[in-house]
């Protein structure tokens, strides 16, 4: 196991950065490993109990989290968590090694840290006001499907109006990045919020989803930026916590 | 949200109610403010009027202001940009992430030119707490109504 340690870098196993978390809340019983301890001692993690001081703070973070995030975007998972002063994120690495960077960032720089994780940006217009209906298990189909066949009029098969057809073909002619970012207050599905998008040169498309069905309608980066503000705590939020914790 | 005149008779707007308004404070044709700090920062509207130094055609105008801004702003980035309404003249929105002392600050700004003048209606609050207010200031800027100067006078 590799752990890499520097001032303002830290690059571990997950589940290793959540069983250090343990040692600052021993409410949570997740034991270090033998060979996670070792490989924290050589890298200046861990010096027998004590955790280095720059660490702390992320770890204490974790433990005050007022709600979690999980990010998807393509293929990559990102968890963290967001307290009344810091959120801690956990980045999986370039080389794809399991492990993950965990980065920190005041809170209140959450909104700016989401839009430059999704890359959010100005978009061309091709298509406002466009709203597609379809089976949530769809999405992938659609992503892969053919833009001239579209172009023609034909979604999956179905017909679809010219507008719609115009803009989904527009966004699948380019590259598509699929990303959604939930914040959990807590465990039940009632206490998430998402935002999920596609996002094309051409055009970035809000998904909606409800039970078995995704609604994508054309939107733009203003309301996806909002959609951010939007599931993040509030002011009031953060200072009930902050009050809590003191 | 009450409508405010300004006292030269040239723009009346909508503005959130409970804000303290102020006009032609140093070179800033209204000011609204929020009195309750949010965040380290107090949100607030502003309507501000540019001279151009030489005549300008809309699309200059609205070309040149993502550098402007870019300019002025600490650590902007242009989060989006569209062409729209302002008072019935074609307008400019932007959406731009900045700091200010550090704090992390979203500003949405509408620009127009109307009567030769450049016209600039900025919302600005903590950036947590945009969604908040999005909407008071898409209703500010789109009840903007400006007196364009005519021949014989304002109209």
């Known amino acids: 196991m590799i752990v890499e340690y520097s001032p303002g870098r830290l690059v571990l196993p997950p589940d290793v950065f959540l069983a250090l978390v343990s040692r600052v809340d021993p409410r949570r019983q997740v034991r270090l490993e033998d060979d996670a301890i070792d490989a924290l001692e050589r890298a200046g993690v861990l010096d027998g109990d004590a955790v280095a001081d720059d660490i702390r703070p992320l770890l204490e973070a974790v433990t005050a989290s007022v709600c979690d995030l999980m990010i998807d975007i393509d293929d990559r998972r990102i968890v963290g968590w967001v307290s009344p002063e810091l959120a801690v994120v956990l980045l999986p690495t370039r080389e794809r090694d399991g492990r993950a960077d965990v980065v920190a960032a005041p809170t209140v720089n959450l909104p700016i840290f989401l839009t430059e994780l999704t890359d959010l940006g100005p978009r061309s217009d091709d298509g406002r006001g466009v709203t597609i209906e379809l089976d949530a298990d769809l999405l992938p189909a659609l992503l892969a499907g053919d833009p001239d066949e579209v172009a023609a009029g034909t979604l999956l098969g179905q017909p679809i109006d010219a507008d719609a057809a115009h803009a989904l073909s527009s966004l699948l002619r380019g590259a598509v990045r699929r990303w959604r970012v939930v914040a959990a207050w807590g465990d039940g599905a009632d206490d998430q919020q998402a935002v999920e998008a596609l996002d094309g040169a051409t055009g970035a498309w809000l998904v909606e989803r409800e039970g078995d069905r995704a609604r994508l309608s054309t939107v733009t980066p203003t309301e996806l930026y909002r959609g951010f503000t939007a599931l993040l705590p509030t002011a009031e939020e953060l200072a009930t916590a902050f009050r809590a914790a003191r | ?155």
């Open chain 2, 1 to 155: 949200m009450p409508e405010v005149r300004h006292p030269s008779g040239l723009f009346t707007i909508d503005v959130p109610a409970d804000w303290e308004t102020a006009f032609d404070v140093e070179d800033v044709a209204l000011v609204v403010v929020d009195p309750v700090d949010d965040f380290g920062f107090q949100p607030n509207l502003v309507v501000t009027v540019e001279h151009p130094e030489e005549p300008l055609d809309v699309d200059r105008w609205f070309s040149a202001q993502p550098e402007v801004l870019a300019a002025v702003l600490e650590d902007a980035r242009l989060l989006d940009l569209e062409v729209t309404e302002v008072s019935g003249q074609p307008a400019m929105r932007l959406l731009v992430h900045h700091f200010v002392d550090g704090a992390p600050v979203t500003v949405e700004q509408w620009t127009a030119l109307v009567g030769g003048l450049g016209w600039f209606v900025s919302g600005s609050v903590a950036s947590l707490s945009y969604d908040h207010l999005a909407d008071r200031f898409r209703h500010a800027a789109h009840s903007m109504r400006i007196a364009v100067p005519t021949a014989g006078g304002r109209s």
